[in-house]
């Protein structure tokens, strides 16, 4: 009997040991099988390109992710941002729209949200034509509205000192304003990594979320004499409604800037943000961030 007993306890200890061994071959060969199976990291045309996990804040792809570049229009993010951490903000409040206003959209030959002199909008909706048709007279009334000063120029000059201290207050080490909209004198740039971390901010406000998200919007304004007149604006955002969960952000254009793209998305309870500068067209900036989106949701 205890001779017995010991050769079952040596079969044992064999097939234990046998069934370790093909564990850990197993384990191997799936471990192989899953690293063989990582996404290939995408090529873009943008100079620039960075992703990440919102959720984590874990970088999930990076190209040039810290070289300063004109950013365009993806600046107004940070407007929009300025102007949600106002506070005791009321969005119902309304501006009165100036002729300064149309008049620097003419002088500079900016995108514009068509604001009409005399009439009387909500910052809300300021907000509507800041962030969907990148409304450079919306972006000058909210600067003009949301500064201090004296004069207009004094404003402005407040407003976008309150962007270079919000960037600061997020630590951001490669970001300079030096206009409210992205048609600076040279000195407005961010990166990728930054203008995301920019974004990732700012998406924490459901005010700011629920408009970057927004394919289209019509607004009723007050006009000068009283009575009212509806404004049309559409997301300059190809993304939406063409990739699925896409959730913002901002695109932007400019003559140093190229073409940029800050982008949102989220499938699965997966958030990721991120950003492209400097595509070399409208129409790859946006197939750069559908590359990038693929290839991190699959990380």
Same mark, same amino acid.
């Given at each position: 009997? /205890?001779?017995?007993?010991?050769g079952? +306890?040596? #079969?044992?200890?064999?097939?234990?040991?046998t069934?370790?061994?093909?564990?850990?071959?197993?384990?191997?060969a799936f471990?192989?099988?899953?690293?063989?199976?990582?996404p290939?990291?995408p090529?873009?045309?943008?100079?620039?390109?960075?992703v990440?996990?919102?959720?984590?804040? /874990?970088?999930?792809?990076?190209?040039?992710?810290d070289?300063?570049r004109?950013?365009?229009?993806?600046?107004?993010?940070?407007?929009?941002?300025?102007?949600?951490a106002?506070?005791?903000?009321?969005?119902?409040s309304?501006? !009165?729209?100036?002729?300064?206003?149309?008049?620097?959209?003419?002088?500079? !030959?900016?995108?514009?949200?068509?604001l009409i002199?005399?009439? /009387?909008?909500?910052?809300r909706?300021?907000?509507?034509?800041?962030?969907?048709?990148?409304?450079?007279?919306?972006?000058?009334a909210l600067a003009d509205?949301?500064?201090s000063?004296?004069?207009?120029?004094?404003?402005?000059?407040?407003?976008?000192?309150k962007m270079?201290?919000?960037a600061?207050?997020?630590?951001?080490?490669?970001?300079?304003?030096?206009?409210?909209?992205g048609?600076?004198?040279?000195? +407005?740039?961010?990166?990728?990594?930054?203008?995301?971390?920019?974004?990732?901010?700012?998406?924490?406000?459901?005010?700011?979320?629920?408009?970057?998200? !927004?394919k289209?919007?019509?607004?009723?304004?007050?006009?000068?004499?009283?009575?009212?007149?509806?404004?049309?604006?559409? +997301?300059t955002?190809?993304?939406?409604?063409?990739?699925?969960g896409?959730?913002?952000?901002? !695109?932007?254009?400019?003559?140093s800037?190229?073409?940029?793209l #800050?982008?949102?998305?989220?499938r699965?309870?997966k958030?990721?943000?991120?950003?492209?500068l400097?595509s070399?067209?409208a129409?790859?900036?946006?197939?750069?961030?559908?590359?990038?989106?693929?290839?991190?949701?699959?990380?």
């Open positions: 009997m /205890k001779t017995g007993l010991k079952i +306890n040596r #079969v044992s200890v064999a097939a234990t040991v069934l370790t061994a093909g564990a850990v071959l197993a384990g191997s471990a192989s099988t899953a690293q063989a199976a990582a290939p990291t090529t873009i045309a943008a100079k620039g390109g960075f990440m996990n919102s959720g984590t804040a /874990k970088t999930l792809y990076g190209k040039a992710a070289t300063r004109s950013t365009g229009s993806t600046t107004k993010i940070m407007t929009a941002k300025v102007v949600l106002q506070k005791n903000l009321n969005l119902d309304k501006v !009165t729209v100036q002729k300064a206003y149309s008049d620097y959209i003419v002088k500079n !030959t900016a995108s514009s949200a068509r002199v005399g009439d /009387k909008v909500t910052v909706q300021l907000l509507y034509g800041l962030m969907l048709p990148s409304g450079c007279d919306a972006a000058y509205k949301f500064g000063g004296s004069t207009r120029a004094a404003r402005v000059k407040s407003f976008i000192g270079n201290a919000s600061k207050s997020l630590g951001l080490k490669n970001t300079h304003f030096d206009s409210f909209d048609i600076g004198s040279g000195s +407005n740039y961010s990166t990728p990594r930054d203008l995301t971390k920019i974004a990732g901010s700012a998406m924490k406000n459901s005010t700011f979320r629920a408009i970057v998200k !927004t289209s919007t019509k607004q009723k304004v007050t006009t000068k004499s009283g009575g009212y007149r509806y404004m049309s604006w559409s +997301n955002n190809p993304l939406l409604g063409s990739y699925s896409a959730i913002g952000v901002k !695109t932007g254009s400019g003559p800037a190229k073409y940029c #800050v982008f949102a998305a989220t699965n309870g958030t990721l943000i991120g950003t492209v400097t070399t067209s129409t790859t900036r946006t197939a750069d961030a559908k590359k990038l989106l693929d290839y991190a949701f699959k990380k």
